[in-house]
């Protein structure tokens, strides 16, 4: 069992930056391979990126790459969130999730442990 706790959202202007986190406790983290995903009100939870358990190899959608960043410090059991130049479509609660394997994903059902959600409001 794996618990999540994410944490850092909140209300930023267009341009801004926040930095989401991602607590884990329970069964070994490490080796985890760990996502974030969002969901916009009215829309379907969507892929945001995804690191492997290294940490060596990440993904992104296309929609926030070059923007954010997907990090993970395994000695303090947590994952990242770099958000950089926020735009208001950007709007979401924001979930961090782990699956068993250590490689990447893109899939939802990949991932038996979410957290429960941080809201990022961007306003123009």
């Known amino acids: 069992q794996v618990r999540l706790e994410d944490t850092g959202g909140g209300l930023v202007q267009a341009g801004g930056s926040l930095r989401l986190s991602c607590a884990a406790s329970?069964?070994?983290?490490?080796?985890?391979?760990m996502g974030w995903f969002r969901q916009a009100p009215g829309k379907e939870r969507e892929f945001v990126a995804a690191?492997?358990?290294?940490?060596?190899?990440?993904d992104y959608a296309d929609s926030v790459k070059g923007r954010f960043t997907i990090s993970r410090d395994n000695a303090e059991n947590t994952v990242y969130l770099r958000m950089n130049s926020l735009k208001p479509e950007d709007t979401a609660v924001y979930y961090c999730a782990a699956r068993y394997e250590s490689v990447t994903s893109r899939t939802m059902r990949d991932y038996p442990y979410w957290g429960q959600g941080t809201q990022v409001t961007v306003s123009s």
């Open positions: 329970g069964r070994t983290f490490s080796r985890n391979a």
């Open positions: 690191i492997s358990w290294s940490g060596f190899s990440t």
